[in-house]
């Protein structure tokens, strides 16, 4: 059996099994590449935090009723043990789920899982549509417009920045850092001269 904790292409692959959607499949990547960033950031395991990330939402599609509860059933046979899927389950604390965010990997999913979502709204609103000319500056000046990215949950992203003790500026600043490492991938990257040139 894979070891999916690890094995990135494994994990890849058992996602794919269950997640059909390109924009859950495109989230997924976004997440895993933060949680690989703040991984480095915190000095752990980068290809075990990206896997959790990678994998995060694997019931959703499936069971969006029931999402964060079904994960258990599906990852255990897999052989994946109990602290991986209940970093899992933790991202869906006070949503869907009562397994509360305690270890700093479940902190960091808990908190950057909503933030991608605001960040990727925001730079496809720039002249370049790329992450990378993206300030936390601009992130910010959307998040106090409520009627932008509704569906976004800001108070779990305040509520994840207070369990880390982080300025919010600066989880915003490190999840644009991790998104860029993908940017291609999730369909970030952009035009950078195009934008310089609508800015003129």
Same mark, same amino acid.
């Given at each position: 059996?894979?070891?999916?904790?690890?094995?990135?292409?494994?994990?890849?692959?058992?996602?794919?099994?269950?997640?059909?959607?390109? *924009?859950?499949?495109?989230?997924?990547?976004? =997440?895993? @590449?933060?949680?690989?960033?703040?991984? &480095?950031?915190?000095?752990? !395991?980068?290809?075990?935090?990206?896997?959790?990330?990678?994998?995060?939402?694997?019931?959703?599609?499936?069971?969006?009723?029931?999402?964060?509860?079904?994960?258990?059933?599906?990852?255990?046979?897999?052989?994946?043990?109990?602290?991986?899927?209940?970093?899992?389950?933790?991202?869906?604390?006070?949503?869907?789920?009562?397994?509360?965010?305690?270890?700093?990997?479940?902190?960091?999913?808990? *908190?950057?899982?909503?933030?991608?979502?605001? =960040?990727? @709204?925001?730079?496809?609103?720039?002249? &370049?549509?790329?992450?990378? !000319?993206?300030?936390?500056?601009?992130?910010?000046?959307?998040?106090?417009?409520?009627?932008?990215?509704?569906?976004?949950?800001?108070?779990?992203?305040?509520?994840?920045?207070?369990?880390?003790?982080?300025?919010?500026?600066?989880?915003?600043?490190?999840?644009?850092?991790?998104?860029?490492?993908?940017?291609?991938?999730?369909?970030?990257?952009?035009?950078?001269?195009?934008?310089?040139?609508?800015?003129?």
């Amino acid at each position: 059996m894979p070891d999916y904790t690890r094995d990135r292409e494994a994990a890849w692959q058992l996602l794919n099994e269950y997640v059909k959607s390109e *924009t859950l499949l495109r989230h997924s990547l976004t =997440v895993e @590449a933060v949680m690989r960033h703040f991984a &480095s950031l915190y000095q752990e !395991d980068p290809d075990l935090w990206g896997n959790i990330g990678l994998l995060h939402d694997i019931d959703f599609e499936m069971y969006p009723d029931q999402h964060c509860r079904k994960t258990r059933e599906i990852l255990t046979p897999q052989g994946l043990p109990e602290e991986f899927i209940r970093a899992i389950e933790s991202h869906g604390y006070g949503l869907v789920h009562d397994v509360e965010p305690r270890e700093n990997v479940e902190k960091v999913l808990f *908190t950057i899982d909503e933030l991608t979502g605001l =960040v990727s @709204a925001t730079a496809l609103l720039r002249p &370049s549509k790329s992450l990378h !000319d993206l300030t936390a500056k601009s992130v910010k000046k959307k998040w106090k417009q409520k009627s932008f990215a509704e569906n976004v949950n800001r108070e779990v992203i305040e509520a994840g920045a207070s369990r880390l003790g982080k300025d919010l500026n600066e989880i915003i600043e490190e999840t644009i850092k991790g998104m860029r490492t993908v940017a291609v991938a999730i369909g970030l990257e952009g035009n950078i001269e195009a934008g310089a040139e609508a800015g003129k």
